[in-house]
């Protein structure tokens, strides 16, 4: 009873996605009738998600539960890699801004920025597609038809 309430209660927290995923299955034997069917599987598994992970899965429809499982970590490692290289940047332009590095680049002076996603630094940039992130105003207009389709077909 005690280890199905732990399953109940059980949330990725600051876990990643591999180490939830672990402890989600060893729980998860602790309440079958919870888990007993792979859309049930798949629904509790996300119940429990970081947000910032199931924000990235919002258009994903899975196909069984090693697909949700996949994608989890696939949108985990994005983010990750999109937030170290955020950090990159921000200390690069700190750094830079004491040295001079972005004085020009452009006639006023200061940093050029290009129309990719995220902030641009020496061409480093996330140019991962994030919910988290503001979307494009040129890109908005692609993705309403995908969101409005994925939502009325839920």
């Known amino acids: 009873m005690e280890q199905e309430a732990a399953f109940i209660r059980l949330e990725q ?3 990643t996605v591999p180490e939830y995923e672990a ?3 060893a729980l998860s034997r602790y309440a079958l009738e919870m888990v007993d069917t792979d859309a049930k599987r ?5 119940l ?6 199931l924000k990235e899965l919002v258009i994903f429809r899975e196909r069984d539960y090693a697909d949700l499982v996949e994608m989890a970590r696939k949108a985990e ?5 999109c937030r170290d290289k955020s950090e990159f940047n921000k200390r690069s332009k700190t750094e830079g ?4 590095r972005f004085g020009g680049g452009n006639s006023r002076g ?4 290009s129309q990719s996603f995220g902030n641009q630094s020496s061409g480093t940039a996330c140019t991962s597609l994030h919910l988290c992130q503001p979307i494009p105003e040129h890109t ?8 409005l389709l994925t939502l009325e077909s839920s």
């Open 42 to 46: 798949c629904r509790r598994f996300r």
């Open 110 to 113: 200061g940093q050029q920025r």
């Open 140 to 147: 908005e207009t692609k993705l309403q038809p995908l969101l």
């Open 13 to 15: 927290g600051t876990m």
């Open 77 to 81: 490692k994005s983010l990750r890699d």
């Open 48 to 53: 429990g998600l970081n947000p910032n992970v």
């Open 23 to 25: 402890k989600f299955a």
């Open 97 to 100: 801004a004491a040295f001079g």
